[in-house]
């Protein structure tokens, strides 16, 4: 069966440190990947998402940026963090049909 | 770009009582998802909807595709105090597995 991976499943940065979230898929070959954010109490914000390695398409402009290294492997960036970068984030992979599953998530607060 | 709105927003219930939420958009979809979310977790995909006037049952909760493929709903049948949580619903709109977009949620409450 498949398993999403995200660490780490907490953070806590301050404003203008470098950022790294990693999501992993396992049990499945080739997925797409989605990066979201969700704020407190609110719905899911589509960020990043990918149809292969090296493959990247972003949905809004922000400081954040997403690559993938490798097949299941899925990391989002930043390099100088900002208040409103705090939230909950959120990786998701989908076999590419008509279905989509979601990490554990990552809840980072900038200070 | 695409958006789907959910009501209700947020509703408090009675243990035991059943519930019904819907989700509706301007676009066609081809495809409708449900999910749940607890606090400090991502969301559990529950029912997955395929074609228009589909009914789709798991467990306690049924969801059906709109026939105008415009819009879903999720019904909950007797509710229990675990059902406490967010639920969203998702529509595709192509046949590519990126294009998903999600409705805001209904925030759903269970009184003992």
């Known amino acids: 069966s498949q398993t999403i991976h995200q660490w780490p499943a907490t953070l806590v940065q301050p404003v203008g440190s470098p950022l790294s979230l990693e999501c992993t898929v396992e049990g499945t070959s080739n997925p797409n990947l989605y990066w979201y954010r969700q704020a407190a109490g609110r719905g899911l914000q589509l960020l990043f998402y990918s149809v292969g390695i090296g493959q990247i398409s972003s949905e809004v402009p922000q400081n954040l940026s997403a690559s993938r290294p490798q097949d299941r492997q899925f990391i989002l960036s930043s390099k100088k963090l900002l208040l409103s970068d705090s939230g909950f984030y959120l990786c998701?992979?989908?076999?590419?049909?008509?279905?989509?599953?979601f990490g554990p998530g990552t809840r980072l607060t900038v200070l | 770009g695409q958006q789907l709105n959910q009501s209700p927003q947020s509703m408090f219930i009675q243990e035991g009582e059943d519930v019904s939420m819907n989700c509706t958009s301007s676009?066609?979809?081809?495809?409708w998802l449900w999910y749940k979310q607890d606090p400090g977790e991502g969301p559990v995909l529950l029912i997955a909807?395929?074609?228009?006037?589909e009914l789709t049952s798991n467990g306690r909760l049924t969801a059906q595709f709109g026939i105008t493929r415009k819009d879903s709903f999720l019904n909950i049948s007797a509710s229990i105090p675990s059902d406490v949580g967010i639920y969203f619903c998702a529509g595709q709109l192509g046949n590519y597995g990126q294009n998903f977009v999600f409705g805001p949620g209904t925030r759903l409450s269970v009184l003992p």
């Open positions: 998701a992979w989908s076999p590419g049909t008509d279905t989509q599953y």
């Open positions: 909807l395929y074609k228009a006037g």
């Open positions: 676009s066609i979809f081809n495809t």
